[in-house]
């Protein structure tokens, strides 16, 4: 069943292929208020006539969780959740009650393709090292018997709200799959060998978010020089993918906290990858 409801905190810094739309998380009370200048490569996000020295965008929503989130419903710690999820485990070949199984998601997402990693243009801190960058990229998406999951997801008549200022809330039936990425650029800037869940509610097209940082990446890049103003510090770095039909693309995401402890934090992609992916 599907209850929506969705409260989106606007700053956007829009990439080539960027396909971030993929989770939300529920840290919006001290979030940036502008939008980044976009590139003129960029396929999706919102501009303004704001500055270009603010961070990126944050979502938030009460549905599913994402890296981070401790406010969603799968494995999360927060008793007062607004969606009660319901896990079936099933073979790779069973039937889920959407319709489709594992193996025929599957069917043309796994396998390696090569493709480009393309970092934004904006912000002006964005160091110019990496502004504009293309990395040849290899992206490996496996699954080696991981577990299959389907999520009976429903409201939940007991979640109390009143701190929810938007109000908006998603609870989505859909299939989990345990899978395995390498995210790998040619001089190994990313060199990543991650463990993700791959989530669909159609047999179509299928999301992936890994965190990457914490607890590091494993490759070269360093976080610490992604920026020019040191007090721009990344606290967390997100791997989001989209794979939809023989397309895949998505988008290598920071979240940045600006000034200390008495700043202010803003959470969006850097970086594009792949294709462009209708949202």
């Given at each position: 069943?599907?209850?929506?409801?969705?409260?989106?905190?606007?700053?956007?810094?829009?990439?080539?292929?960027?396909?971030?739309?993929?989770?939300?998380?529920?840290?919006?009370?001290?979030?940036?208020?502008?939008t980044?200048s976009a590139?003129s490569?960029?396929?999706?996000?919102?501009?303004?006539?704001d500055?270009?020295?603010?961070?990126?965008e944050?979502?938030?929503?009460?549905g599913?969780?994402?890296?981070g989130?401790?406010?969603?419903?799968?494995?999360?710690?927060?008793e007062n959740?607004?969606?009660?999820d319901?896990?079936?485990?099933?073979?790779?070949?069973?039937p889920?009650?959407?319709?489709?199984?594992?193996?025929q998601?599957?069917?043309?997402?796994?396998?390696?393709r090569?493709?480009?990693l393309?970092?934004?243009?904006?912000?002006?801190v964005?160091?110019?090292?990496?502004?504009?960058?293309?990395?040849?990229?290899?992206?490996?998406?496996?699954?080696n018997?991981?577990?299959?999951?389907?999520?009976?997801?429903?409201?939940?008549?007991?979640?109390?709200?009143?701190?929810?200022?938007?109000?908006?809330?998603?609870?989505?039936?859909?299939?989990?799959?345990?899978?395995?990425?390498?995210?790998?650029?040619?001089?190994?800037e990313?060199?990543?060998?991650?463990?993700?869940i791959?989530?669909?509610?159609?047999?179509?097209?299928?999301?992936?978010?890994v965190?990457?940082?914490?607890?590091?990446?494993?490759?070269?890049?360093d976080?610490?020089?992604?920026?020019?103003?040191?007090?721009?510090?990344?606290?967390?770095?997100?791997?989001?993918?989209?794979?939809?039909?023989s397309?895949?693309?998505g988008?290598?995401l920071?979240?940045?906290?600006?000034?200390?402890?008495?700043?202010?934090?803003?959470?969006?992609?850097i970086?594009?990858?792949?294709?462009?992916?209708?949202?």
């Amino acid at each position: 069943m599907l209850l929506k409801h969705l409260a989106i905190v606007t700053v956007s810094l829009a990439i080539t292929a960027c396909t971030v739309d993929k989770g939300t998380g529920d840290e919006s009370s001290s979030t940036a208020s502008a939008t980044d200048s976009a590139s003129s490569a960029s396929n999706s996000g919102t501009t303004s006539d704001d500055p270009t020295d603010t961070p990126p965008e944050v979502t938030t929503s009460g549905g599913t969780a994402i890296p981070g989130d401790d406010t969603g419903t799968t494995g999360a710690t927060n008793e007062n959740l607004p969606c009660i999820d319901t896990p079936t485990v099933l073979a790779v070949d069973e039937p889920s009650a959407l319709g489709f199984s594992a193996a025929q998601l599957l069917a043309d997402k796994v396998g390696k393709r090569t493709t480009t990693l393309t970092f934004a243009s904006d912000p002006t801190v964005l160091s110019d090292d990496l502004k504009n960058k293309q990395l040849p990229l290899e992206v490996e998406l496996r699954h080696n018997g991981g577990e299959i999951r389907f999520i009976d997801s429903s409201e939940n008549p007991d979640y109390d709200d009143s701190g929810n200022e938007s109000g908006f809330i998603e609870c989505t039936d859909r299939l989990e799959i345990d899978v395995e990425v390498d995210f790998v650029t040619e001089a190994k800037e990313f060199d990543e060998h991650r463990k993700g869940i791959l989530t669909a509610t159609t047999v179509d097209r299928a999301d992936l978010d890994v965190a990457l940082s914490p607890p590091g990446l494993e490759g070269s890049l360093d976080p610490a020089a992604v920026y020019t103003d040191p007090e721009w510090v990344i606290t967390k770095i997100d791997l989001g993918g989209t794979w939809q039909g023989s397309s895949a693309g998505g988008s290598v995401l920071n979240e940045v906290l600006v000034g200390g402890d008495g700043g202010f934090a803003g959470y969006g992609p850097i970086a594009g990858w792949g294709d462009a992916i209708d949202l």
